[in-house]
């Protein structure tokens, strides 16, 4: 595999048309453990409850002991964001939670 077949484009909704490359599979993993875990309607989850709500089943291989678990999600939260899959909500400190409609071809 070659070093551009590991890495995928991600967006921000904070950075409108910044685009960074990370690797896919970490992303991929970060992002099928956070889906499950966002509520579908209020109360919504600030970030610092969906990262212990995700952690339990994140791979240890990739996230040994949850190390770097914390940029992960806020990698993969804009970028899920700016594609309409979850949404923030209230003022302050950031609460999310999903859409839940098909996830299947995000970040493939």
Same mark, same amino acid.
């Given at each position: 595999? #070659? *070093?551009?077949?590991? &890495?995928?484009?991600?967006? #921000?909704i904070?950075? =409108?048309r910044h685009v960074h490359g990370v690797d896919k599979t970490k @992303? !991929? !993993?970060? %992002?099928?453990? +956070? +889906? =499950?875990?966002?509520?579908t309607e209020a109360p919504d989850m @600030?970030?610092?409850e969906t990262k212990a709500a995700l952690l339990p *089943? +994140? #791979?240890q291989e990739l @996230?040994?002991?949850? &190390? %770097? !678990?914390g940029w992960w999600l806020k990698a993969v939260q804009p970028d899920l964001e700016v594609k309409g899959v979850f949404e923030r909500s209230g003022e302050g400190p950031v609460q999310l939670f999903t859409r839940r409609k098909s996830h299947n071809t995000i970040g493939r």
């Open positions: 595999m #070659s *070093n551009a077949d590991r &890495k995928i484009e991600i967006e #921000s904070t950075l =409108p @992303f !991929a !993993a970060m %992002r099928d453990t +956070l +889906l =499950p875990v966002l509520p @600030f970030v610092a *089943n +994140l #791979s @996230f040994p002991g949850g &190390k %770097r !678990a």
